[in-house]
Structure formats: structure tokens, C-alpha cells
């Protein structure tokens, strides 16, 4: 019995971890897009990315970001630091601090992208959610407009707006 249990779960982690990093690539490449379909105000010629709590989106946003010239991704560890980014993404890991991290970039022009679409309302701009196994997202345009930032019409149609 042991033994097959042991069989299962392996093999479970074989099909699963696959899938989880497929999935963080999808996140980076969307994070990376988003890039692209915001208007930030006038300033800074290089827009950084950070990402908090997930290495593998990480990891595949510096991956993109390297064929992309002014694009930067950095692992923060702080809402201090999310106020230095002009994206911020907040893994499910990081959602705890969710507040710490909306008021660390209330008066500034950060996009902050969560993982998950329930917390959407509660201050972040946009949020990550899977459905019928495709990676989707709700966008809050009302929140990214206040911060001084217009979305791309491209933006807002692939999304669902809340």
C-alpha cells in the first residue's frame, strides 16, 4: 500500500510541476505584455518589474525581459521597494501583505498584478486566474486610471473588467 502510494505521488509531481511552470511562463510573458498596453506618466525610460514571492514567474520574466531592452525584473521583498517598480506582481504567497503593498504605492504610477482575482477590489489593478486551464485576468481600470496610468484598449479587451 506504501508503495503505491508513493508510485501516485510521484507521478502526480511529474504531470503537476510541468504545469506549474508552464503557468509561471504564461504569468511572466502576460506581466512582460503589460508593459506594453499601460501608459505610464512621463519619466522614467525603463520600466522595472518586481516580483514578489514567486522565483519561477521570476525567473521567466528576466528570461523575456533580457530580449527586451528597457525592461528590468528584480525580486522585492518589501512594500518599500514595490514603490521603485512600475509593475509590481504579488504572488499567492505574498497576498498577506496585500494592504502593506497598496499603501506603499498609493500616490504612485505602479501597476500592482496579483495572483488570484478575489483581492482585485481591495486595491490591486490586476489579477491573475485560471479558468477552463487557460490563464486569464480581471483588470480594475478605475484603480489604474487613478494612479495616472491609461490602460491600451488591447488591454481591457482581453481582460474581464471589474
Known amino acids: 500500500m506504501n508503495r503505491q502510494l508513493f508510485v501516485f505521488t510521484i ?26 498596453y499601460v501608459e505610464w506618466p512621463a519619466g522614467n525610460s525603463v520600466t522595472v518589474l518586481g516580483v514578489v514571492g514567486d522565483s519561477e514567474v521570476q525567473e521567466a520574466a528576466q528570461a523575456y525581459a ?10 522585492i521583498s518589501s512594500p518599500a521597494e514595490a514603490a521603485t517598480c512600475s ?3 504579488l504572488s499567492k504567497n505574498g497576498l498577506g501583505a496585500l494592504s502593506g503593498y497598496v499603501s506603499a504605492i498609493d500616490k504612485g504610477s505602479t501597476l ?20 477552463d486551464n487557460k490563464l486569464r485576468y480581471v483588470i480594475n481600470i478605475a484603480n ?3 494612479k495616472n ?5 488591447r488591454l481591457i479587451q482581453l481582460g474581464t473588467v471589474i
Open 11 to 36: 507521478l502526480v509531481c511529474l504531470v503537476v510541476s510541468p504545469l506549474m511552470a508552464q503557468e509561471a511562463k504564461f504569468k511572466a510573458l502576460f506581466l512582460v505584455k503589460f508593459s506594453d
Open 66 to 75: 533580457a530580449k527586451k531592452p528597457g525592461l528590468q525584473v528584480k525580486k
Open 87 to 89: 509593475i509590481v506582481f
Open 112 to 131: 500592482l498584478v496579483i495572483d488570484g482575482k478575489d483581492k482585485v477590489k481591495q486595491g490591486a489593478d490586476i489579477g491573475f486566474y485560471l479558468e
Open 144 to 146: 489604474i486610471e487613478s
Open 149 to 153: 496610468m491609461i490602460p491600451s484598449s
